[in-house]
């Protein structure tokens, strides 16, 4: 399976027992998208992009990447296309503790029983580099702060060159400096063909984005550039 | 591989105390089959006399009486004769372990193989030609008795009927040596004897598997480790040849006392007993012994105090080993909730949620494994003859590796399900 990427979201429905998260959610993104999703607080922003890479399931609706249906893949299935073609960056960046900053970074190599080549170890080493990592390489993850957490998470979901990106608050823990920094890196990974989804309540960051969408409880709305 | 390698390395010091837990677990799992093995072994040997009776045999030959029992031209053949009846009669079984130290020369083991080290005493030792004899633990055993107490070998080879025959050409006797004694000696050794005061030289034809017990006139769990067993002679004439040395008259006449103070297990009541051998009595002339009666209820004891003692090791090694598995449960349930981010970086990497049970039972299964290796090399160190017992640990581990394998997905995975990752990863 070769994957561009392209996304079609056709009334996604996410309910949490009784209670109805979101619904009539419709979305179209294709390779090169750079989309920024805002919404209040609660709203259920996390679980859409959970939705996007298969970390969770829909109530209900249609979720079809390429056109191949994903609702209607097993799990195994859904976590190989998340191993092979998707990168999460989570809101708070999870890290394994024990185990030094390089172990972190390339733990979906070992996952898909890869090894680190030496492409994708200077394509780390020119992460690390632009996100100020380089010197951290071999210290133990546990010890680092929630900013170089973020930036960890973010390179990790980089470095197999993901087809969709996912990213939740990707900025969240980042001074502004860093922050154009992931902002910029993203959006070079849109122009080498990936379809990039941010989660955000920074206006700065949704302002770098190409399409602003915002998620209220009846769907996704595309919003003005001037009401943001 | 490589995911379970670093796990490893991100919780060493919970892994490593898990490798201990296991490797408590395993001693444990030896002890239990330890336990089994001693009492399949104890169940045997007792099978064979359970619900019968025990009559010891003693003669009344001592002082005036021996003197003028031994005036009689006849009196060897007698003892003799009456000593071949009781081996032959098929209305008991009859086993003789005569509890006799015997003398060796330049003897090898330490003293806890004296005569009376469990008295307290240290070994005796006594000067002949120039020679150093140490008095140790030895037992006359006749072939009842082997057959009663079903005396297993661990190496070498039993007696044989020619073995317990002496005659006066005969220079050596063939020994069996307790488990205890192995270290010391090898088959095919001989050691200088004096039994009886009689110089005799004894040949190392086999070695007893270790744990086995036999009822003496001393004790009724005498156990047999420590222990130089040899044939309770008998002859197949009295000839002039045998009486001739000044050494062997003693030789003779004690080895044949020994021979007519044996054990009888049979079904019969005393009345009946003490009818069946003033039968061998009249048939033979000798009427100078004592029978000793024990009822059934003694060997029923013996065989309660086994059965009281295994249930009582049974229950230790089953509530030590219920307390370890919990405390293994209970930390590995601590380890899955403090390894939740760890976890995340699995799913949001591509792993499946069932993936992660799969991954905590297989290093379950390493630790155990692990843990099992220590016990099973000093096992194989100390119980080198018990390949069977080995066979049936490593079976015992595989199969407990499995169940707990097994028991620890599921529990894993009930816990993994109360506490949802995912949710966990949003803000």
């Not at chain 2, 004296?114 to 072939?143: D, H, I, P, R």
Request: charged share 20%; glycine share 6%.
């Amino acid at each position: 399976m070769h994957l561009v990427a392209t996304i079609e979201l056709e009334q996604i429905h996410k309910t949490f027992g009784n209670k109805i998260i979101f619904e009539q959610v419709q979305l179209t993104a294709r390779a090169g998208d750079f989309i920024a999703l805002l919404g209040k607080s609660g709203v259920g922003k996390s679980t859409l992009l959970n939705i996007l890479v298969g970390l969770e399931r829909a109530t209900s609706g249609s979720y079809q990447l390429d056109g191949i249906e994903i609702t209607q893949k097993t799990t195994k299935e859904i976590a190989h296309i998340r191993s092979e073609y998707f990168g999460f960056i989570a809101q708070h960046s999870p890290i394994i503790p024990g185990l030094t900053v390089q172990d972190n970074i390339c733990i979906p190599l070992w996952i898909g029983k890869r090894r680190l080549h030496n492409e994708q170890l200077e394509f780390m080493m020119e992460l690390c580099n632009r996100l100020d990592l380089t010197k951290l390489l071999r210290q133990k993850a546990g010890r680092l702060s929630g900013g170089e957490l973020q930036r960890v998470g973010l390179i990790r979901a980089l470095l197999k060159k993901p087809k969709l990106i996912v990213a939740d608050e990707p900025t969240g823990a980042l001074d502004d400096e860093t922050a154009d920094s992931v902002i910029l890196l993203l959006r070079e990974m849109c122009e080498q063909g990936a379809t990039v989804v941010i989660a955000t309540h920074s206006q700065q960051v949704a302002n770098q984005c190409d399409k602003r969408l915002e998620l209220t409880s009846t769907g996704l709305h595309a919003l003005d550039v001037s009401k943001v | 591989m490589k995911i379970v390698y670093l796990l490893w390395k991100n919780n060493r010091g919970f892994h490593m105390l898990h490798i201990c837990l296991a490797t408590i677990f395993c001693f444990l799992l030896i002890l239990m089959a330890m336990n089994i093995f001693q009492s399949q072994v104890e169940l045997k040997a007792t099978a064979s006399f359970k619900g019968k009776n025990l009559y010891q045999l003693a003669d009344s030959l001592y002082n005036e009486k021996e003197q003028q029992f031994f005036q009689k031209k006849d009196s060897y053949d007698i003892l003799k004769g009456f000593g071949d009846y009781l081996e032959q009669e098929d209305r008991f079984q009859y086993a003789v372990v005569n509890w006799q130290p015997t003398q060796v020369m330049d003897f090898k083991g330490n003293e806890v193989f004296a005569a009376y080290y469990e008295l307290g005493e240290q070994v005796k030792t006594q000067n002949f030609s120039k020679s150093t004899y140490s008095e140790v633990k030895a037992l006359q055993m006749n072939q009842g008795a082997f057959e009663v107490f079903q005396v297993r070998l661990s190496s070498g080879d039993s007696f044989q009927a020619s073995d317990y025959i002496y005659t006066s050409s005969k220079d050596q006797i063939p020994l069996i040596l307790g488990a205890a004694l192995e270290p010391y000696y090898n088959l095919g050794d001989t050691l200088s004897l004096r039994l009886y005061n009689k110089a005799i030289t004894g040949k190392v034809i086999g070695f007893a598997a270790p744990s086995q017990t036999v009822i003496t006139a001393r004790s009724y769990d005498t156990l047999l480790d420590r222990y130089i067993m040899m044939p309770a002679l008998t002859f197949n004439e009295i000839t002039p040849s045998l009486l001739q040395g000044q050494n062997d008259s003693p030789f003779l006449r004690a080895s044949l006392y020994s021979r007519i103070n044996g054990f009888m297990f049979t079904s019969a009541e005393p009345q009946e007993m003490r009818s069946i051998m003033s039968e061998i009595s009249g048939k033979t002339n000798f009427y100078d012994y004592s029978i000793i009666g024990a009822d059934g209820g003694i060997l029923g004891m013996l065989i309660q105090v086994t059965d009281q003692n295994r249930d009582l090791l049974y229950w230790t090694v089953a509530i030590a080993l219920v307390v370890i598995l919990s405390l293994y449960l209970w930390t590995l349930s601590m380890h899955i909730r403090n390894n939740q981010k760890t976890y995340a970086v699995l799913l949001i990497s591509g792993y499946r949620m069932q993936h992660i049970p799969r991954l905590i039972a297989i290093q379950t299964a390493i630790s155990i494994l692990l843990g099992s290796v220590l016990p099973v090399l000093l096992f194989s160190l100390f119980w080198k003859e018990a390949w069977v017992l080995l066979l049936s640990y490593i079976m015992l581990v595989l199969l407990v590796t499995v169940l707990l394998t097994g028991i620890i997905y599921f529990s894993s995975r009930r816990t993994l399900d109360r506490t949802d990752i995912i949710q966990q990863l949003k803000g």
